[in-house]
């Protein structure tokens, strides 16, 4: 499995970003596709994840200023970002869940990205 992922950089708080993350090597549509998110000096924690349906879920801190979507046609999954605080930055990393049509939370998740770095200045 490889997970490339892409869109961050340095954004005024207020602003947005979208972030994107290509996905190889198994069939994109039978998983659970995740966000997670590492800032300086944290642990890393679950942002979104999004079923093999379509099916959504998200941290509070995050719920009504980002969005996750996919496009199985193009093995891709996005977390559109608004409303960003400076909180939120962070080395965003996207991730595939391990078992097919399967997912009962953020543990389910196995497979990680490189990551891409966030920064909103304040």
């Known amino acids: 499995v490889q997970l490339q992922a892409s869109g961050g950089g340095l954004m005024q708080a207020g602003g947005s970003l979208r972030l994107s993350c290509a996905a190889s090597?198994?069939?994109?549509?039978?998983?659970?596709m995740g966000w997670f998110r590492q800032a300086p000096g944290k642990e890393r924690e679950f942002v979104a994840a999004?079923?093999?349906?379509?099916?959504?879920t998200y941290t509070d801190s995050v719920k009504g200023r980002f969005t996750i979507s996919r496009d199985n046609a193009k093995s891709m999954v996005y977390l559109q970002m608004n409303s960003l605080k400076s909180e939120d930055t962070a080395v965003y990393y996207c991730?595939?869940?391990?078992?097919?049509?399967?997912?009962?939370?953020?543990?389910?998740?196995?497979?990680w990205g490189q990551g891409t770095l966030v920064t909103v200045s304040s």
């Open positions: 991730a595939q869940a391990v078992r097919p049509y399967y997912y009962d939370g953020p543990t389910g998740f196995g497979y």
């Open positions: 090597g198994r069939t994109f549509s039978m998983y659970a």
């Open positions: 999004i079923t093999w349906t379509s099916r959504s």
